[in-house]
């Protein structure tokens, strides 16, 4: 090989090199996402669909969090959505992270279940005696409620573990926190009768408050204070997610009228 041909290949190589390190930055940047109509965000690294819209400047600047509950980066997600046209559906009441990595998880739910599965689950639950059942129905009628929207909560929080206790201490079936079990004179919380009769009140006392189910749902996960101080479902990603994991569970047994089973 001659000395001319080398260095035509050094060089021809040296353009490849560069042109690699010019090109990945960009690539390594760019994400994909869209709101859908209840909406949930959903984003992904490749356009899984023409759905997917190209989303700009959503990469972690050096020591930036990626958590769930960032109100910062929430909000930074959503204005690059408005700004893509990635909206299916603006006046969408929920919205929560569906698949962004390294998110935390609530109540034991992996973060990659998403609603639409979450909301085929079996019904009931294999854990949801007929007891547990009857109760729910006693303490919904009682307190004027859906008993299938008590059933998706109970599903959701404990799974119906009756001693399932949350690493932030809520306890039961319902999950009840100690301070919230004192307001509704709860004084044995692994009870399943009694958690599942004083959780259903404490969803009525939400749905007093706030005249909605959604946001009925989100003062249930986060409090009540969370909501007022928002105006809505607050950017917390674990209630977003949990809004939108029983919503889409109970819109699927309300549309599958199984109200009367179990």
Known sequence: MTIRRLIRLALLLCAVIVAGSLAA????????GYE????MLHLSRTKKNDKYKPLKNLERGKGESNTEGDPERYEKLVKSLRENDAIDDPEGPLTGFTNLPEVSHARGIPSSLTPQRWASRPYPHPSASSSY????RKAAKRHSLDPLLVYCVA???SGFVPGAVSPKGAQGLMQIMPGTQRELGLTSPFDPAANIAAGTRYLRWMMNKFKSVPLALAAYNAGPDAVLKYGGVPPYGETRRYVALIMSR??????LEVSGSG
Request: charge should be negative; charged fraction near 30%; hydrophobic fraction near 35%.
């Open 133 to 136: 059942m009857k109760f729910i």
């Open 36 to 39: 859908d109509p209840l909406g």
């Open 155 to 157: 599903e959701l929080e």
């Open 250 to 255: 109970y819109g699927r047994l309300k549309g």
């Open 25 to 32: 930055p960009c690539a390594q940047a760019e994400w994909y």
